[in-house]
């Protein structure tokens, strides 16, 4: 398994690359941290490719290798790598490949952990990077610009984290948003390996626009009722007539992780109509992650 942790600078990364490694320690995951910068200009490239024969100056003249540096430091302080080595980071180990630079590090954790510089537009070269791997879940800082969020669900091919507003230190519950959706079984299995990680207890809510709950919705919180019992995980389950996108919104307030299935629906259909996922990924200010049935 496989994660990429999208980062874009020290002020504004740190609570992004403390909660997505936290999440591939749960799902015992490679994690890729990948920064996206613009294209430097002609100058601004002609230098690059001079200092290529002196890459110990990329620090000067490009400043994703130091956010990618300050990255690497934060998960040797955070215990996530195992290293003693204060030369492990060398820019001069840098290979460029497929529109990509990637430093490589010494083989004892290389397998763990990626370290990917990109130039270009943020969701392009994003969709580029899951075109070359393999990734199941994208981690990606919340945007001002809802609709960028919106487009990184849409167009990107995995399970998507915005961690949003989360802040280390904080207590969290995870709210896992049950339905009849394909996807909510893979929400479920999700919810439960991050619950047992972090050690979050879990509020579990299933929405009806109409005074009846379905027999689909029915079976869904019973499978998940079971499974969550089975795993010993400490949860409350609440059924609510109105709004789900309102509903979620509303119980996850500022202290929970919302976890929920992707909508099934074709990109074209999303587009015109939307769906819950997207609805709640604008209004939230919550930490919400998206998993596709896959």
């Known amino acids: 398994m496989k994660f990429l942790l999208a980062i874009s600078s020290k002020d504004f990364s740190g609570d992004t690359l403390h909660i997505g490694s936290q999440i591939a320690l749960a799902f015992n995951a490679q994690l890729s941290i990948v920064y996206v910068g613009p294209k430097p200009k002609d100058l601004y490239l002609n230098r ?27 998960l040797k302080d ?37 370290l990917i ?19 199941t879940i994208g981690i990606i800082g919340g945007s001002k610009q809802r609709n960028k969020s919106n487009d990184i669900l849409q167009f990107l091919p995995s399970s998507i984290f915005i961690t949003n507003d989360f802040k280390i230190g904080k207590k969290y519950r995870i709210l896992l948003c049950v339905d009849d ?8 299995k999700f919810a439960i390996i991050i619950a047992k990680k972090l050690n979050l207890e879990v509020s579990m809510i299933t929405v009806s626009k109409i005074k009846i709950f379905k027999d689909g919705y029915k079976n869904a919180v019973n499978d998940a009722v079971r499974i969550l019992t089975k795993e010993k995980i400490n949860f409350r389950q609440e059924f609510v007539f109105g709004d789900p996108v309102s509903s979620f919104v509303k119980y996850a307030n500022d202290n929970h992780i919302i976890i929920m299935g992707n909508s099934s629906k074709s990109i074209l259909k999303k587009f015109f109509f939307g769906s819950k996922s997207i609805q709640t990924l604008k209004k939230t200010n919550s930490p919400i992650l998206i998993v596709r049935n896959e």
């Open 48 to 74: 690059v490719k001079q200092a290529q024969q002196n890459l110990e100056k990329w620090e000067i003249y490009h400043p994703g290798i130091e956010v990618l540096k300050w990255a690497f430091e934060k």
């Open 117 to 135: 510089l990109r130039e270009g537009d943020l969701i392009e070269q994003l969709r580029s990077e899951f075109k070359q791997e393999k990734y």
């Open 181 to 188: 959706s394909k996807a909510t079984k893979n929400a479920i």
């Open 78 to 114: 955070s215990g996530f790598i195992k290293s003693k080595n204060l030369n492990d980071f060398n820019p001069a180990n840098i290979l460029e490949s497929s529109g990509r630079y990637k430093i490589i590090l010494p083989t004892s954790y290389g397998q763990k952990i990626d």
